[in-house]
C-alpha cells in the first residue's frame, strides 16, 4: 500500500515563504503524477500544483503560478511545495496526493485522478 506525509505547515504572514514536504511509502509505479491540492474553510477542494514522475514536466493552478514551485526527489520519496509571496488567501489544508499511471503528456489536474492522499497540513497567512 501507499502512504503520503505531509509536513512543513504553519502560521506565517503575508508575503513570507513556506516549503511543504510529502514524503511515501510503500509500492510504485513506473510512471504516475504527483500533486498538491488545497482545502479553504467552507471551500472545496481545489488543484494547486502537479509533477511529473521524472520532475520534467509541472503545472500549476493560475491563483499560485509564479509564486509557488513544486519538485521531488525520486532518491528521497519526496515532493515538496515551495510556497513564496505568500497570500491570506493561500490560507488552507494542503493536501499531497499520487495519480494513477500516468500514459499521457498531460499532467492531470483533476481530483478524480489522484488515488493515494496524504492526511493534509495546515498553512495560515495572517494579514
Known amino acids: 500500500q501507499v502512504q503520503l506525509v505531509e509536513s512543513g505547515g504553519g502560521l506565517v504572514q503575508a508575503g513570507d515563504s513556506l516549503r511543504l514536504s510529502c514524503v511515501s511509502s510503500g509500492r510504485t509505479s513506473t510512471n504516475y503524477a504527483m500533486g498538491w491540492f488545497r482545502q479553504a474553510p467552507g471551500k472545496e477542494r481545489e488543484f494547486v500544483a502537479t509533477?511529473?514522475?521524472?520532475?520534467?514536466?509541472?503545472y500549476y493552478a493560475d491563483s499560485v503560478k509564479g509564486r509557488f514551485t513544486i519538485s521531488r526527489d525520486n532518491a528521497k520519496n519526496t515532493v515538496y511545495l515551495q510556497m513564496n509571496s505568500l497570500k491570506p488567501e493561500d490560507t488552507a489544508v494542503y493536501y499531497c496526493a499520487r495519480s494513477r499511471p500516468v500514459y499521457t503528456t498531460t499532467l492531470p489536474t483533476l481530483r478524480s485522478a489522484y488515488v493515494y492522499w496524504g492526511q493534509g497540513t495546515q498553512v495560515t497567512v495572517s494579514s
Open positions: 509533477i511529473s514522475l521524472s520532475g520534467g514536466s509541472t
